[in-house]
Structure formats: structure tokens, C-alpha cells
């Protein structure tokens, strides 16, 4: 009889850091900038692994991007994931902005196939879907690689939790994800989701069809009604009803608030219990209620310096 490997052994290892993320979107206005910033510090403090940021249909605020992940680089200690989208641009197009943003010292992208155009045309040799992306920045990486120093990009997608609106199916779904980590995706991050099961139920379909990679799930906080029913309606996913009825009941702001970080909590909980190795908050440029959520949590979180001296590293 052999003798147990070390990965037979009973684990003695410490459970392991929930991974934290935020999603930011770049200012619109000079307000919307300082409003921006506020909340940058204040999550900045909570000293997540990385936040995103979005990047317009057809690259429509990429000045405006490129301005918000240079900042993020230069003045504080924040990791920025550079959100691209692919549907429409040519390969030179997209090869040109990857070499951008690797340039820029990004080392993050999350590839996305964005919206369709509206006329329904892509013009011959653009690129149409995520996977499509994917390859290129890999063969971009490729050339380049020696300046990583055996390090490389870490390229993020998108999962759905719940049928995507254009898919024929959930199990549909699934296998474009299996074929985007085929192609190179590192981990991937769900839509938003209302129902507790909803994430446990992608994880199971997404392991037993072989997907392997981190499925981080994307949770909103639910503090305001007006963008819970303004979201289900773009993405096609009911809340529940129930706790819609309870919101719309709520006696004034405060209640509403409390009702909306109890459910939230709720569903992060249930997506740690069911095997989320982290959690991605959708802030919408406001951090009171990421923060609230947050607090209830208590994750377990990799001991690192302190912000100040992490600060001092990063801009010294």
C-alpha cells in the first residue's frame, strides 16, 4: 500500500480569503466625478483585490475609462479590471486598445461580447462574441509576454445565473462558458441575480459540465426599489415578489434601506454557503450601501499592510 501524499492528508490550512470586488462605472460630469471619488475612498479602505470598470457600448466613454484606470493606478492603492467590449470592432481596433491597456500597467480585462447594434449588423471581420475576444487578447499577451515576467493577464467574463435573454436555454449558456474558459478566461462574474438558489443552481450546471474556473457572483445591494424594477426590467429577471411587497410597504427611506441590506445579505450568504469563492458588489458609483453589507459579513480577508502604507508604497 502506498503511502498518503500530502494531498491525502487531513488539511490543516486556515479558510481560505473570500475574494472582494467592486464595479465602478466613469463620471459623466464634473459632479459626478467628485461623487465618484468620494466612494472610491471610502471602498478603497475596505481593500478589495480589484474593482472594474465598465466601459461603454462601442468603447462610446473610452477617454473617459482610460482617465478613471489611470487615476485608479496613480492615486490610489486600487487594482483596476478594465471592462472591454467586442461585438462590432475590428481585431486591429481591439489588438490597439488591449495594447493600451496593458501600456497603461493593466493586467486585468473582463472580455465581454457587449450589445448587439441596434440595426443588427456587424460588418465582415469584426469580432461578435466574448470568446472572440478572449483569443485576441491571449494572442496580444503572447506577444508580449516577456515584459510580465512569467506573470500574465487575468482575463474575467460574464455568467448568467439565469438564462441569458438571447439564449435558447440555461444549458446553452453553460457551454459558452465552458468555451470561454477554453479559450483563455481565468474566472468569470455573474449578472445580477434576486434569488438565493439561482447562483447555487449555475455552479452545479457550470462543475458538471467541466467548468473549472472561480464563478464569482455579482450581487446588487437592494436598497432601492427604483433600480431593482428598473434592472429586472432590462435583464429580464423577476425579483421576488414577496420582498418587492415589502419595499414598497416600507415606511419610509431608512426602513426601505434596512429591508434592502437584510436581503442582500441574505443572498451573499447563500452564495458563500453554496461555494462562491468571493463576491462582486455592483456599487453604482454610491458606497453607503456596499458598506452596510459589508458590515454585516465579516469576511475573511487576507492580512495585508495597512492602507497608509500601502498608500505610501504606491505613490512613492
Known sequence: MSPPTLIDQPSTV???PVALSYELFPPRSPAASETLWATIRELEATDPDYVSVTYG?????HDTALDLVDRLQLETTLRPLAHLTC????PEELSRIVNELLDRGVRGILALRGDQPKDGHVPPGALRYAQDLIELIRRVE???SAQFAAGKVAIGVAAYPTKHPESPSEGHDVEVLLAKQRSGADFAITQVFFH????ASLLHRARRAGVTIPLIPGVMPLTSLRRIEKLSALSGVSPDAAFVDRMRSATDEAEARR?????TVALAESSLDAGAPGLHLYTFNEHASSLDVLTRLDLPRPARP???????STLS
Open 14 to 16: 486556515a479558510t481560505a
Open 57 to 61: 457600448a462601442s468603447g462610446s466613454n
Open 87 to 90: 461585438v462590432g470592432g475590428t
Open 142 to 144: 503572447l506577444r508580449r
Open 196 to 199: 438565493a438558489e439561482q447562483y
Open 259 to 263: 429591508l434592502g441590506v437584510e436581503a
Open 306 to 312: 495597512s492602507l497608509a502604507a500601502r498608500r505610501r
